[in-house]
């Protein structure tokens, strides 16, 4: 039975994940897991993310999980929710905090006040309803299968990724211009949004991560 393991260190909203999850792999093992033997076996691993980036790197560092979530970035499809996807770059203006560095870039705030274009005040946190959109060249993306471009997901972050290189952009919203809410390089794939909370386009979004083998074509 292939398995998906879901990293617990002491953040995130695992639960609802990992119910989701079951909803869309029933004939998969999904485990919410400390354990980095767990890990180790596990086919693909995924790391949630919630709450403030100081807290959140804290603690993983305490979990003795870096290790071993940097070989299953490299190896295996692996999976950044929320804060887990800016976690997976450098670093964050976020109490200037380093990340975990798999993918170049950095985590900036959106900018307070933040207006639309036409003067109007827009909220931060960037709460609710948004339309994600994919670059020509990740359309294609096996995470995307079966995913309308202009899909709506929902959102919950006041900080948001900054790729060093636009290539790794795999999803953009507009609040208003492009901001990156979603990133992929070879076996990483990544969302800001909250796929669980994301009604059908959600949960076709970890169906596929569930069904797919690393390779992004």
């Not at 119910?19 to 790391?47: G, W, Y």
Request: proline fraction near 8%.
């Amino acid at each position: 039975m292939k398995s998906v393991a879901i990293v617990d260190y002491g953040m995130g909203n695992l639960r609802s994940v990992a119910k989701a999850f079951m909803h869309v792999a029933p004939d998969q093992s999904i485990v919410i897991t400390a354990d980095a033997k767990v890990i180790a076996e596990a086919d693909r691993v995924v790391l949630p993310g919630q709450a403030a980036m100081p807290e959140s790197m804290v603690a993983l560092n305490a979990s003795g999980l870096r290790d071993v979530l940097l070989q299953a970035s490299k190896d295996r499809p692996f999976f950044g929710v929320c804060l887990g996807l800016q976690m997976l770059f450098e670093v964050s203006e976020e109490g200037d905090t380093p990340s975990l560095g798999y993918l170049p870039g950095k985590s900036v705030r959106l900018p307070k006040p933040h207006r639309d274009h036409d003067g109007s005040p827009l909220k931060v946190p960037h709460m609710g309803w948004n339309a994600v959109h994919f670059p020509e060249a990740m359309r294609t993306h096996p995470c995307w299968q079966g995913v309308a471009d202009g899909s709506a997901f929902y959102f919950a972050h006041s900080y948001y990724a900054v790729p060093a290189d636009n290539v790794l952009i795999a999803g953009f919203a507009r609040y208003p211009d492009p901001i990156c809410v979603a990133a992929a390089r070879a076996n990483i794939f990544a969302v800001q949004f909250h796929p669980e909370k994301s009604a059908d386009a959600g949960l076709q979004v970890l169906k596929n991560f569930s069904e797919w083998n690393g390779k992004p074509l």
